[in-house]
């Protein structure tokens, strides 16, 4: 009996030690655990794909792919922190989408008689996108906020009007094209990269934003006396980070030849669009008030409008800020494709709804980060990407999506309750439910 307390007593030491190096670390633990899954994914699909996945050109495809959803799961995680959803932004991405094909190639070339082309075309598109997402996401926050109807209502409605306009504008499934050729390179491509040279002063530019980043995390802590990290942890991790960072430059951006030049791609024009709009996010989650205010409000309503905060507005400016984010990612996904579709956007609120899930925002309110949504978007990206390299049939597809879904919120609740080992067993049968529709649906 003295040596089974024993050996007990040193496993709960053992234990005990692991979670001090964890706390005196800091690090977010949900965070680290998506970047292992990340890499349990993509060695798994690189092996059963025969060395297809990890390649420099499928790397580099997934970093463009993945920019439109992660874009705007950004913006999905202050919504659903919030307490709220919004159902809508996939048909309010095909319909700011094509609005802004129609300014290219309707209405500056037949309203103005400018000719299409001309350098200022992209501009007067870009710019009428970004209002009316604004508008729209005005309308529909202002309902929910102000006139009290229920988030999932309105932007179920917002769902099948917008997409309704679309078809209503395109004359029955017309496409728009060719758009503006600046305009086209805000989807990535050859013509839409940086190239190598700029590519690795983007690299370097991230390395001294990690340490920088870092160095004012510590400074600002030990301002307030509060614990910092240990010297060699900070040190560690901004190398880590730097090597991360050049490492993906060397092997996906500058490591892809363009198909058509032969030269280094480069990082793609969405990738640098991503990068800012995450910098911008996190700093208005994190730093700003209306970001303290969202999650203040997840929190605790009637605590946060007792507070003086105005939780009416707050919650509306919620909603704008996902529709000029809607916008930016149409403006991408119609520059991809050089053309506007009257389908387009089609299933793209299951799929940003899935990431910010999957990055860690509960729906209970109050939790969410906007790296982990981002994360979340590479990881749904990861799967299709690998499930399609595999030739698994597109339903088999969605449902391995479904069943990562519901998993990864099952994991989230079962964190909440303090059930570990209910969260073990819900990962545990999730991941051997997905394996099985993998195999089962390869054609």
């Known amino acids: 009996m003295t040596a089974t307390h024993s050996d ?5 030491d053992k234990r005990r030690d692991w979670r001090s190096v964890l706390t005196a670390t800091e690090i977010d633990t949900r965070l680290a655990g998506m970047v292992a899954a990340l890499a349990v994914i993509w060695v798994a ?5 025969g060395g297809d996945f ?22 999905m995680v202050l919504i659903i922190v919030s307490r709220n959803i919004d159902l809508s932004v996939g048909s309010l991405l095909g319909l700011l989408g094509y609005v802004m094909a129609m300014v290219q190639t309707r209405w500056i070339p037949d309203t103005f008689d400018l000719g299409f082309g001309r350098w200022y075309t992209w501009i007067v598109a870009l710019i009428v996108g970004i209002a ?7 309308v529909q926050g202002a309902v929910v906020a102000y006139g009290g109807v229920p988030a999932f209502i309105v932007t179920l409605g917002g769902f099948l009007v917008w997409r309704g306009l679309i078809f209503r504008m395109g004359e029955q499934g017309q496409t728009l094209s060719p758009l503006d050729d600046t305009f086209s390179r805000l989807g990535g491509g050859p013509s839409g990269s940086l190239g190598e040279w700029r ?3 983007l690299g370097i530019i991230g390395c001294a934003g ?5 160095y004012l995390a510590r400074r600002r802590r030990r301002r307030y006396d509060l614990g910092v990290r240990p010297f060699a942890v900070d040190v560690g991790l901004a190398v880590f980070g730097c090597i991360i960072i050049l490492a993906g430059i060397a092997f996906v951006a500058v490591g892809y030849e363009s198909p058509i030049s032969g030269d280094p791609t480069g990082v793609a024009y969405p990738v ?11 700093y208005i989650a994190r730093r700003r008030r209306f970001g303290r205010y969202v999650f203040a409000i997840g929190g605790n309503p009637e605590a946060a409008e007792l507070g003086g905060i105005n939780t009416r507005k707050t919650l509306m400016m919620t909603f704008v800020l996902m529709g000029i984010l809607c916008a930016i990612s149409a403006a991408i996904q119609t520059a991809r494709l050089d053309a506007a579709v009257t389908n387009l956007g089609v299933q793209n609120e299951l799929d940003v709804i899935s990431a910010a899930v999957i990055g860690g925002t509960s729906f209970a309110g109050g939790i969410g980060t906007i790296t982990g949504a981002v994360l979340g978007a590479v990881i749904m990206q990861s799967l299709r990407s690998g499930m399609v390299l595999l030739r698994i049939d597109s ?11 519901v998993s990864a919120v099952a994991v989230d609740a079962a964190l909440r309750l303090g059930k570990r080992r209910l969260a073990g067993i819900s990962l545990t049968v999730g991941l051997v439910l997905a394996a099985l529709i993998v195999q089962t649906g390869r054609q």
């Open 8 to 12: 007990s007593a040193q496993s709960a």
């Open 54 to 75: 990890l390649t420099s050109r499928n790397l580099w495809n997934l970093s463009v792919q993945s920019t439109s959803i992660a874009i705007m799961a950004t913006g």
């Open 132 to 138: 009316l997402g604004a508008a729209l996401g005005a």
């Open 199 to 201: 590519s690795w002063i």
């Open 45 to 49: 699909f690189h092996i059963l794909s």
């Open 395 to 405: 339903p088999s597809q969605d449902i391995v999506v479904g069943v990562v879904l």
């Open 272 to 282: 640098v669009i991503l990068i800012l709009v995450t910098i911008g996010m996190v």
């Open 210 to 214: 990690v340490s920088f980043s870092i």
